[in-house]
C-alpha cells in the first residue's frame, strides 16, 4: 500500500537521517511529508507539458492509501532518499542518484505508452479540426519533442492556428487567377466547428503548415519536407481542377467566351488560370475585339451578307441616310459606300415592273463634272457622300416626284457589342477567326511574340471568310468598246457633254 508514514520512514533511513532501530522525530516526519508532496507537484508541472498530461495524486494525510502510487512505491522511495539528503546537507550517494534517475524514466515512459494520443487526426469519412492538424504540424516543425505536448491555449498552438488560415487564404487568392476558382474553406475557430471539406486534404495542410513554422520560428525546411509539401499542394489544385467545371463551358456565344479563348491562345493565360470579366485583361481584349469588328465591317469580302434600302423619289437632288428617325432613309448604320443600286419606275404593271440599273460614282471629283446637276428627266448615276453619322444620295438626272423607287445595296451591318456577355450573333465560321485574329491582337499589345500557328490560323480564318463571303459581279465593257449600246454613259466635255441612254441624247 502506499501510505505516506511508510514510505517516508524508509525514505529517511535510506536517505541515513535515521539510523537503524531509530523512529524519526516528527519534525523530521511533517518536512519529509512535505517534501514528497512537493516532489510530486514538481512532476505535475512538468507532465504538463508532455505528451502525457495526466495530474499525479498528492498524498492528503500520512496515514492515506493513494492506490496510485501503489505500483510505483520503489520510485518514492529511491527519490525521496536522494531529496532527503539533499534537504539534510548530506553528501549524495551515486548509486542512489542513479536509481532514482532509472526510476522515474520508467516511471515516464509507462505511463507514455498507457495514455492515448492527446491528438488524433479523423479518420477517412469523417471531418476535423484545426486542432489535431496544428498539433502535428508543431511536431513535424520540431517545435515539439517526443516526450512534449502543447496546450490550445498556448502562443505556438495559437500562431500555428493563425498561421494555417492565412496560408488557405494565401491559397483562395492563387485560385482566383486558377483555372478552378472553387474557395477553400478556412477554419472558424480551434478545436470547435468541424470542416469536412478538409477531410480528405489533412496531410497537405500538416506538410505545408510544418514548413511555414519553420520559416515563421527562423528555421530552415529541410529539402524533404519543402519537396512533400510542394507534391501535396500540386496534388490538391491537380485533383480540384479536374473536378471542376470550365469556366467558360461550351460552344463560344458570347464575347467574353472569344475573349477568354483569345487570352489563352495569345499566352496570356495558361492552362491553370482563370481571368476575372472586370480585369484589364479583358477589359483590353473587348475593346480590341469591338475594333477589330468595326475594320471587318468596311470589308465588303468579310460581311456575309448585303443590305438593301429603297425611297420613293421626291423631286430632292438629295436623301439623307444613316440611323435615326430624322432621316430620309433609315438604317442601322451609316454605309461606307452605296455598292449597288437601281430605279424602279412608277406607276407600273405588277408583275412586270421595270428597273433601271444606276451606275455608282464614288469620286466627288467625278460628280462634279456634271454640269446641269438638277436637271430632272430618267436617273441614271447615283452619288453617295459618306458623311458623320449621317450621308447623303446624290442621284442624277433627279428623278421627279413620284415617278421613280430608288434602291440602293450596302454591306449589312456586323454587330455591335457593348459588354463582355452579349451575344455573338455571327455565322459558325467567325467563331476561330475572331480568336485567332484577337489572340494575335493581344499578344502584340502584351509585348509576347506571336506563335507562327497562331498567326497561321489567323490568316486561315479570314480566308474562310473571304471564300464565303465574297461575290464578284460580271464583268462589262465601256459601250464604246463595245456594238451594244444598252449601256449608260457620259460623253462629251463641258456643257458639250451629253447624257446617252439606248441612243436618246439628253443635253447635259
Not at 440 to 457: E, F, K
Request: glycine share 6%; aromatic share 8%; net charge negative.
Amino acid at each position: 500500500m502506499a501510505i505516506a508514514n511508510n514510505i517516508l520512514f524508509l525514505a529517511l533511513r535510506n536517505a541515513g537521517v535515521t539510523g537503524v532501530g531509530q523512529t524519526p522525530s516528527s519534525d523530521d516526519i511533517n518536512d519529509a511529508f512535505t517534501i514528497l508532496n512537493a516532489q510530486i507537484g514538481q512532476w505535475s508541472l512538468e507532465r504538463k507539458v508532455t505528451v502525457n498530461p495526466t495530474t499525479l495524486p498528492s498524498f492528503p494525510d500520512l496515514t492515506t492509501n493513494v492506490t496510485f502510487w501503489d505500483p510505483y512505491v520503489h520510485l518514492l522511495l529511491t527519490t525521496m532518499a536522494v531529496r532527503l539528503r539533499q534537504v539534510y546537507a548530506l553528501p549524495p550517494v551515486e548509486l542512489d542518484v542513479q536509481m532514482a534517475m532509472e526510476a522515474i524514466k520508467a516511471f515516464q515512459a509507462l505511463n507514455q505508452q498507457q495514455i492515448a494520443p492527446l491528438y488524433e487526426l479523423t479518420q477517412p469519412g469523417t471531418s476535423t479540426t484545426a486542432e489535431p492538424i496544428v498539433f502535428l504540424a508543431l511536431r513535424m516543425a520540431g517545435r515539439l519533442n517526443d516526450t512534449q505536448s502543447v496546450s490550445p491555449t498556448s502562443k505556438d498552438a495559437q500562431d500555428a492556428y493563425d498561421l494555417l488560415n492565412t496560408m488557405i487564404g494565401e491559397w483562395n487568392l492563387e485560385r482566383k487567377v486558377q483555372a478552378n476558382p472553387i474557395t477553400l474553406p478556412t477554419f472558424p475557430d480551434f478545436s470547435i466547428t468541424t470542416v469536412p471539406f478538409w477531410n480528405p486534404y489533412q496531410q497537405i495542410l500538416v506538410t505545408n503548415l510544418s514548413v511555414r513554422i519553420q520559416q515563421s520560428y527562423g528555421a530552415q525546411p529541410s529539402p524533404v519536407d519543402l519537396q512533400i509539401a510542394a507534391d501535396n499542394r500540386k496534388l490538391l489544385q491537380a485533383l480540384n481542377q479536374q473536378q471542376a467545371a470550365p469556366v467558360h463551358p461550351g460552344v463560344p456565344a458570347t464575347c467574353g467566351d472569344i475573349i477568354f479563348l483569345a487570352l489563352r491562345m495569345a499566352g496570356r493565360v495558361t492552362d491553370t488560370q482563370s481571368v476575372s470579366d472586370s480585369s484589364k485583361d479583358v477589359d483590353d481584349a473587348f475593346k480590341m475585339l469591338v475594333g477589330m469588328v468595326a475594320q471587318w465591317q468596311r470589308k465588303r469580302w468579310l460581311i456575309f451578307t448585303q443590305g438593301t434600302a429603297n425611297i420613293v423619289s421626291t423631286g430632292a437632288q438629295s436623301y439623307s441616310i444613316g440611323p435615326g428617325a430624322g432621316n430620309d432613309i433609315v438604317v442601322p448604320y451609316r454605309p461606307d459606300h452605296i455598292t449597288a443600286a437601281f430605279a424602279r419606275i412608277i406607276p407600273g404593271v405588277p408583275p412586270n415592273l421595270v428597273d433601271i440599273p444606276l451606275d455608282i460614282i464614288y469620286a466627288e471629283e467625278d460628280y462634279m463634272r456634271i454640269s446641269v446637276k438638277s436637271l430632272q428627266s430618267t436617273p441614271a448615276l447615283l452619288y453617295y457622300e459618306a458623311g458623320w453619322q449621317t450621308g447623303q444620295i446624290l442621284v442624277w438626272p433627279v428623278p421627279p416626284a413620284n415617278q421613280y423607287q430608288i434602291f440602293i445595296s450596302f454591306k449589312s451591318p456586323l454587330p455591335t457589342y457593348a459588354t463582355v456577355n452579349d451575344a455573338i450573333n455571327l455565322p459558325p465560321e467567325y467563331q476561330d477567326a475572331l480568336v485567332s485574329n484577337l489572340a494575335c491582337r493581344i499578344a502584340a499589345a502584351s509585348g509576347l511574340p506571336i506563335h507562327p500557328y497562331v498567326m497561321a490560323q489567323a490568316t486561315m480564318g479570314l480566308n474562310t471568310l473571304r471564300q464565303a463571303n465574297t461575290q464578284i459581279p460580271r464583268l462589262e465593257l465601256p459601250a464604246a468598246l463595245t456594238r451594244w449600246r444598252g449601256d449608260i454613259s457620259l460623253v462629251g466635255p463641258g456643257l458639250g457633254r451629253a447624257f446617252v441612254t439606248n441612243q436618246d441624247v439628253v443635253l447635259g
